[in-house]
């Protein structure tokens, strides 16, 4: 193709041609392509655009999806049938039970392959006389036959008295025969055209039951992932082996049996499974534990469904998988809102506190246990406690003295079943929880000091959200503080005193408290609890302080729990609950009773006791009060009551007036009443009946005894 082209450089010898006579080619860099080139682009783009576009990907899936129904309904119905006819289940069931380390399961296939083989074996030798015996047969049978139908042809002719119909019921026969030859020669053509696409709808049926397809050929709805897939002991192994340990890994590889060696037997345990993992020498438990995340995702799970406890054998993992989805289901009501009869006994019952990752009944022992409840805010401590406590209600012989330091009521149906019942945060109810927990202190020595064999009814003491006393600023007279961790707090000091000797004579304390710090929760106090348990906390230090080192060294995991989704799911470490050998510690799910079910037991409480006058421990400013009226109040409707309950009474009533009262003091306002205390069994008591019978002989004088 020539081109005209302007010359840069003009010749001084040559007459140059006028501008406008000279034809101008612009040059370009890419030439224009060639028409084939053009229709090519084009075409190639449409047929990407034909494939690509969502009708074609559809009509493609539906192709795949029928075609690997076919298919695969073709693979499982000739294997169904080889498994029916040779050993192959049973040799493909037994390796997998020795694979998984179960040789008993494997010596039962063993045992069941044996005796397949040798009915199999007597059915081919039957199968061989089968002929002689099947000719015997036919032989018989047909002599009989016509044999009863000329019997019957004889009968008829006797009845017609004409002979022919002595063959009448055998040409009946020979009549059938040929109808059904007739009626066969007429349906076996279609049924030979129509028999091989029923059999190919059978297989399509099979494989689409079974959905024998790739799954992104499925329908949307029909789609799978692996979630919640069964755990085999392949899958465990080769979680185990992509755990990320170098040692794990390489010794899996060089197993000869690819690590199958490593697990004991997967046992079905509740809501999942269980199995053990013996780990190679070089791999140490802390490793496994420390990438439990990463071994949930291995086995299809979520982190909360797989736990890693440690066992008594040496380098071994105990592993338990939930089955997915089954610890987001509820685990149902409390057997104290369902059986109405139920009763409790502090020394012998156990209260009914849950269930455990397995399904088994929780129960757990509150004889002479002090407790520790810890966890976040708003994840159920108190209800987890609450139900303790109602449950002990419901033996008439256990005390209680509550402060609930939240004040909103949550303990509200405790009004009449525990003497003393203080609600809310601020530092006057502090002080009064103080005061109340010293009255435990001066119950407890006096117990000590009683004869011994003296034998006292149960005395249960709680305080909860405890942190608010440990945190209190106030400062009482005596320049002591009420809260802080130090030997000069009067709470802190109070508790450690019951927690050395208040179990000895059957006087608890009970504590809920949140987010467990060295602060609001001292190392004593903490480590004084026989019964610690704690919901979902934040971190692994605090996991340490509210459970211990031990228990969280042997898997306990409270910080691992999910804030807002696993209410009321309590990791306990204590002798009074059944906790399988080996393990420091178990995960229970708390069975959650609220208000309205609460308040009806404890009414079944109440309807158990004789009547307990609750008093409410908040601060009095009166300058006058009447104590003779005080001390019945105090008294309430016991028949008689020691000394030194009344004075206790009376201080919880109005510690202004009554914090100082000794003995002298209440015996001088009943003799001046003319009703002195009285001695029973060498103890001095006060008698209801005689103080109401001093003030009704007081009201008729016109006369009170103020303080």
Known sequence: MTENVVPLFKDPTQEQPALASVPLTVVTDKPEPARPVRVFARGRRAVVGAVKHERTRTVARVTVRHGAYLVGGTRITARRAWDGRTGARYQRMMRAAEAGGNHEAAGEWEERLHRFRAERHKRRMDLLKA???????????????????????????????????????????VELVRLLVVFVAVVWGPLVAVGPWLAVAGLWAVGRHQAAAPQWALPATARTSDAGAPITPSIVVTAMRDLGIPALRKAIKEMGDSGAAMLGPIRIAGCGVEVDVTLPSGVSTNEVQARRKKLAENLSRHEHEVFITIPEAARTVRLWIADSGALDQPIGPSPLVTDETMTADYAKGRAPWGQDLRGDAATLSLYQRHMLITGLSNQGKTASLRALALWLALDRRVEFRIADLKGVGDWGMFDGI??????????????????????????????????????????????????????????????????GSKATSRYFMAVRKIHNQGRAVDVLLWEGTQDPTDQNLPKLVREGAHTRASLVLGTESQARMALGDKAIDGGAAPHLLRQGMDKGTVVVASDGIKIPAGQASITVRTHFIDDTAAAQIADRARALRDGVTTLTAVADDEEERDALADIATAIGDEPKMLTQDVLKRLAALAPAAYNAWTNGDLKRVLEDAGEEPKKSHGRMVVHRDHVHRALANRDADGSASAI
């Open 418 to 483: 525990a003497t003393v019942l203080i609600q809310g945060p601020t530092d006057d109810h502090v002080i009064d929880a103080t005061e109340m927990v010293e009255g435990l202190v001066e119950e407890m020595e006096h117990r000590i000091q009683a004869p011994p064999g003296t034998k006292f009814a149960p005395l249960i003491g709680i305080v909860d959200e405890a942190q608010v006393a440990f945190m209190c600023p106030a400062v009482g007279d005596d320049k002591r503080p009420y809260g």
């Open 131 to 173: 002929p002689q015996d099947m000719a015997r047969s036919a032989a018989y049978g047909a002599g009989t036959g016509i044999g009863a139908l000329i019997a019957v042809g004889i009968a008829l002719a006797v009845a017609t008295k004409d002979p022919a119909d002595v063959f009448t019921p055998l040409m009946a026969l």
